[in-house]
């Protein structure tokens, strides 16, 4: 992870991070744009798991986006915020995670193979 073993201060002046996060952000907006056309956001997300196997992404943190991305926006939404709304963000980035991890698995898997076969 390009985040691993920096100083929580000097993350907060990141500007590797910040990208990071507007692209995020940027990704949960398409996301969301595409609840009602299911096989575009699984394309969506699929496609998003393959190229983090590229990166070196690990599976196991995938589950840790939904909740911080939850923390992230809650303040702005305070006002609006409810027990309704918090269960849909949750739901929302389980699927996600879940069809992330998949196509994650997946490439990893293909990856490996490759790699055996030469």
């Given at each position: 992870?390009?985040?691993?073993g ?18 995020v ?84 898997r ?7 076969a030469?």
């Amino acid at each position: 992870m390009p985040f691993n073993g920096i100083e929580l201060e000097d993350l907060k002046h990141s500007k590797q991070l910040r990208a990071h996060a507007l692209r995020v952000m940027a990704f949960v907006q398409k996301a969301v744009a595409r609840l009602n056309e299911p096989d575009k956001l699984q394309t969506l997300v699929k496609d998003l798991g393959r190229k983090h196997v590229g990166y070196g992404a690990k599976r196991r943190y995938v589950d840790l986006i939904g909740p911080q991305f939850i923390q992230a926006i809650k303040p702005s939404l305070e006002a609006q915020w409810s027990e309704d709304m918090h269960e849909a963000w949750s739901r929302l980035f389980q699927h996600l995670a879940y069809v992330m991890k998949g196509s994650m698995l997946e490439e990893e898997r293909r990856v490996k193979a490759a790699a055996k076969a030469r």
